[in-house]
C-alpha cells in the first residue's frame, strides 16, 4: 500500500512536470491553453479583473482610490452608523435620501484604507486620509466581469522543477497569487472556468481574453467627455440620477422622471414632478467636491420651465450654502435668472427681461455661474448677462441641490473647481445633450 501511494505521487509529479516542460512546444501550436508568466498581457487584464473594487463604499468615501476597511463608524448628518458589511452602505444612502437638507458623511478615526492592490493604509485623521486621496495614482480596474470560485492554478517553477497547483477561492487571492508568482515561474489555469454567474463560460486562455475584451467594451464610456479637466459634480441624468466624477454619491429626493432632452435623446433629462420644496437632487459635500477649494468655480446648467408657476417662492435651480441660482422676477408675471452669493451679491439677467421673456415655459436654456477669484458671471445662452466683484468667504462650498420649488426639466448640470473661459462656455452651449453613463 506505501509503495503504491508513493508510486501515485511520482506519477503525480511526473505527470504535472510534463505538462510544463512542452509548454514552449504549446506556445506555438495551442496558445489558446499555453503557460502565462507574471508579466503576460493577461496576467495583467487578470489582475485588473481581481482587483479590490474600490467604487464599492463610494457613498462612505466619495473616492475610487480605496475602500474602506470593515467594520467602521461613520458620522451621517452627525448620526453614528457602524458599517459591518457591505449589505449595510445602504443604510447610509437611506439616511442621505431622507434629509432634504443635504447630507455629509464623517469617519471615526482611526481608519484603515484598502488599496486596489489591497494594501491596507493605516489613517489617524482627516488631514492623513486628504492627503491619501490626493496621492493616488489611479488603477484602472475591469468590473464588468466576476468569476466564478474556486478556480484552480496549475504552477510550475522553471528552475526548481517543482510543480504544484492552488485553488483560488476569491478575486484577492486570485491577484496576490499572480502579484506573488516568481520570474521562474509560469502557471496555467484550469479551463473550463465560468464567470458572472455562470452565464460566461471559459474554455482557454483565447476565451479568457476575449470575455475580458468584451467586459471593457461593456463598461467603456459611449462617448468622449467634452471639458472634463475640474470637474468635481456631472450629472447628465440619463436614465438615472449619478454623479458621473463618483466624487459623490447624489441622490434623487421626491417624486422624479426622466424625459427627452434638448437633443431629443428619450430619458436623457430629469423631470421635478411635485416642485416641492424638497423636491430635489441632493449630493453630499466633502473636501473633494468643495468649490471653493481651489479658490474658483464654474456651475454650467440646462433648464426648460414647464409650469407658469409664478405665486411660489424663488425656482431653485442649483443651490448650496454660499450661492443660490434661482428663477425669480420683481412680480409674480417676471421669472427670470437671478444668482444670490454669500448673502451680499445678487445678479440678474436684465436682458432676459427686457427681452420679455419673462415666465417663459417650454425652452431650454443654459446657464453659466463663473467665479474667478475675484469677479463672480452670470453667463445665459452664451452671452455674459451681469458680473459684479466680490469675494467669497473662506469656507466650504458644499454639499448641493438641484432643484426645489421648481417644476419642470433640467439637464447636464457640471460642477468645475477652476473658472471656465468664454471659449470653453461657448462649446458648452453648443454641445449636444449627453447621454453618457460614465465618465471616459
Known amino acids: 500500500m506505501k509503495n503504491f501511494i508513493r508510486f501515485s505521487l511520482l506519477f503525480s509529479v511526473i505527470a504535472l512536470g510534463t505538462l510544463f516542460s512542452c509548454q514552449d512546444e504549446e506556445r506555438v501550436n495551442n496558445p489558446g491553453t499555453a503557460s502565462l508568466d507574471k508579466n503576460a498581457l493577461l496576467t495583467q487584464k487578470l489582475q485588473s479583473v481581481t482587483a479590490n473594487n474600490t467604487s464599492i463604499d463610494n457613498v462612505i468615501d466619495s473616492t475610487d482610490c480605496f475602500t474602506v476597511k470593515l467594520p467602521v463608524q461613520v458620522l451621517v448628518n452627525g448620526q453614528t452608523v457602524t458599517v459591518a458589511s457591505a449589505d449595510e452602505y445602504a443604510v447610509v444612502e437611506e439616511i442621505l435620501e431622507s434629509t432634504s437638507t443635504g447630507g455629509t458623511v464623517d469617519?471615526?478615526?482611526?481608519?484603515?484604507?484598502?488599496?486596489?492592490?489591497?494594501?491596507?493604509?493605516?489613517?489617524?485623521?482627516?488631514?492623513?486620509?486628504?492627503?491619501?486621496?490626493?496621492?493616488?495614482?489611479?488603477?484602472e480596474a475591469i468590473s464588468c466581469i466576476a468569476f466564478d470560485f474556486p478556480v484552480t492554478l496549475s504552477i510550475y517553477d522553471?528552475?526548481?522543477?517543482?510543480?504544484?497547483?492552488?485553488?483560488?477561492?476569491?478575486?484577492?487571492?486570485?491577484?496576490?497569487?499572480?502579484?506573488?508568482l516568481q520570474e521562474a515561474?509560469?502557471?496555467?489555469?484550469?479551463?473550463?472556468?465560468?464567470?458572472?454567474?455562470?452565464?460566461?463560460v471559459i474554455n482557454d486562455n483565447t476565451d479568457l481574453d476575449n470575455a475580458i475584451s468584451s467586459a471593457i467594451a461593456d463598461c467603456a464610456c459611449e462617448g468622449e467627455t467634452i471639458l472634463s479637466d475640474g470637474l468635481i459634480l456631472y450629472l447628465t441624468f440619463a436614465n438615472e440620477v449619478k454623479d458621473l466624477t463618483e466624487i459623490a454619491n447624489s441622490q434623487p429626493i421626491g417624486e422624479i422622471q426622466f424625459t427627452t432632452d434638448r437633443s431629443d435623446n428619450a430619458n436623457g433629462a430629469i423631470s421635478f414632478l411635485s416642485g416641492s420644496a424638497d423636491n430635489q437632487v441632493v449630493t453630499p459635500g466633502n473636501p473633494n467636491n468643495d468649490m471653493l477649494q481651489d479658490g474658483a468655480f464654474t456651475v454650467s446648467i440646462w433648464f426648460n420651465r414647464q409650469t407658469p408657476n409664478f405665486d411660489g417662492p424663488a425656482e431653485v435651480l442649483f443651490r448650496t450654502n454660499l450661492l443660490d441660482i434661482v428663477l425669480e422676477g420683481p412680480n409674480p408675471e417676471i421669472r427670470s435668472p437671478k444668482v444670490l452669493a454669500a448673502d451680499q451679491i445678487e445678479l440678474v439677467d436684465q436682458d432676459w427681461i427686457e427681452g420679455?421673456?419673462?415666465?417663459?415655459?417650454?425652452?431650454?436654456?443654459?446657464?453659466?455661474?463663473?467665479?474667478?477669484?475675484?469677479?463672480?458671471?452670470?453667463?445665459?445662452?452664451?452671452?455674459?448677462?451681469?458680473?459684479?466683484?466680490?469675494?467669497?468667504p473662506q469656507s466650504m462650498m458644499s454639499p448641493n441641490f438641484v432643484g426645489g420649488d421648481f417644476r419642470g426639466f433640467i439637464d447636464d448640470v457640471r460642477v468645475y473647481k477652476r473658472a471656465l473661459e468664454i471659449q470653453e462656455i461657448l462649446q458648452l452651449y453648443g454641445l449636444d445633450g449627453d447621454v453618457n453613463t460614465c465618465l471616459d
Open 107 to 139: 469617519f471615526v478615526y482611526p481608519i484603515t484604507l484598502i488599496t486596489a492592490s489591497y494594501e491596507e493604509i493605516p489613517i489617524a485623521n482627516e488631514s492623513q486620509f486628504v492627503g491619501a486621496v490626493s496621492d493616488c495614482a489611479g488603477f
Open 158 to 180: 522553471t528552475g526548481s522543477q517543482n510543480p504544484f497547483t492552488v485553488a483560488i477561492d476569491s478575486n484577492q487571492e486570485f491577484y496576490l497569487t499572480l502579484m506573488n
Open 185 to 200: 515561474e509560469v502557471y496555467q489555469i484550469q479551463y473550463p472556468v465560468t464567470a458572472n454567474n455562470g452565464l460566461v
Open 356 to 392: 420679455q421673456l419673462f415666465g417663459q415655459i417650454g425652452v431650454w436654456h443654459h446657464l453659466v455661474v463663473v467665479y474667478d477669484g475675484s469677479v463672480l458671471s452670470l453667463y445665459r445662452d452664451g452671452e455674459l448677462r451681469a458680473e459684479q466683484q466680490m469675494e467669497f
